[in-house]
Every structure is written in structure tokens, then in C-alpha cells.
């Protein structure tokens, strides 16, 4: 653990009892994104995909001493151009006042040592056009801004509807 942080942070990996939790965690940074009213997970849905047999993510929870002050929520990926799998990070979040220790940095860290165990070609994510703290963190850390691609999602009535396309 280096220097620039607690001597009593730790990070573990989530387990069940952690989901409500993890959902507290989901719904502090979706209100700092101001995006409060999309969050519909429940703690079920969480439960159900997270720790089945076949979980579709996972997730580190960061602890100052006892207290959890931050998580990170990943899942696999694939890139054909390398032809092997990547870790695509959906959820960093470190709450307010625990904010400048170097907990976000350390977590990611713990994501990166993850991806290199793995034999991950890449870890990516996606920020907020407006969020320059975290643009500013991550390109701190070395990350590459890809600025030349555009993110595209279908939710909702988009989606059923081209679902049932012929």
C-alpha cells in the first residue's frame, strides 16, 4: 500500500451482504451525475447478478478502518482487435468526504493488478463530458481520452422496438 494513503483503507471484494451497499453506492453517485432518476436497480436485481453462479460483474469496496467509503464495479469485455478479453470499468465512486486520500487511485490500481492477473489487453471506461475532477484524475494516471469515439446505448422503448423488427 503506498504512502499517500490510510494505513487503515483496505480493499475487499464484494460478497451478498454487501448489496445494500453496493446500491447505497449506486444511488450517491448517480446523484452526483444528476442522474437520480434512471437508477430502477433493486437490491434483488443486484443480488441476482452480482452473486449468482454466473455473475455478469463484480465488485471492490473500499474501507477507511471499518467504514466504506468507495467502490468499483467491473465487468469482462472483448476486444477483437486483440483478440482477448478486457476489464470495462462501469462504476467508480468515492464518497465526498473521503475524497483527495488516494482511495480512487488505489482502487483502480487493484482493477489494473486484476486486469494484468487476467491477461486483460485493456481496461477502459467512460466518464461525463462535464466532469473534469475525474478527467482530470484519469488522465493524471496515464489514461488515453478517446476522443474520436462516440458512445451509443439503446434503453427502454428503443430497444424493444428494434427487438421486434422483422
Request: proline share 4%.
Amino acid at each position: 500500500m503506498s504512502s499517500d494513503i490510510s494505513s487503515t483503507f483496505h480493499i475487499e471484494r464484494a460478497r451478498a451482504e454487501h448489496v445494500p451497499l453496493i446500491l447505497a453506492f449506486i444511488r450517491e453517485l448517480a446523484e452526483y451525475e444528476r442522474l437520480s432518476h434512471q437508477v430502477v436497480a433493486t437490491e434483488a436485481a443486484l443480488e441476482q447478478e452480482l452473486f449468482s453462479p454466473n455473475p455478469v460483474a463484480e465488485v471492490l469496496i473500499g474501507f477507511e478502518g471499518s467504514h466504506p467509503v468507495g467502490f468499483a464495479l467491473y465487468f469482462h469485455n472483448f476486444s477483437t482487435f486483440l483478440g482477448q478479453r478486457g476489464i470495462y470499468l462501469e462504476d467508480l465512486f468515492v464518497r465526498p468526504e473521503a475524497r483527495g486520500k488516494g482511495y480512487g487511485k488505489a482502487l483502480l490500481r487493484e482493477l489494473a493488478r486484476i486486469a494484468v492477473e487476467r491477461r486483460a489487453g485493456r481496461l477502459e471506461w467512460a466518464v461525463l463530458d462535464w466532469n473534469a475532477p475525474s478527467i482530470a484524475f484519469y488522465e493524471g494516471l496515464g489514461a488515453d481520452l478517446m476522443r474520436e469515439w462516440k458512445l451509443f446505448r439503446l434503453t427502454g422503448n428503443a430497444l424493444q422496438h428494434l427487438a421486434e423488427q422483422p
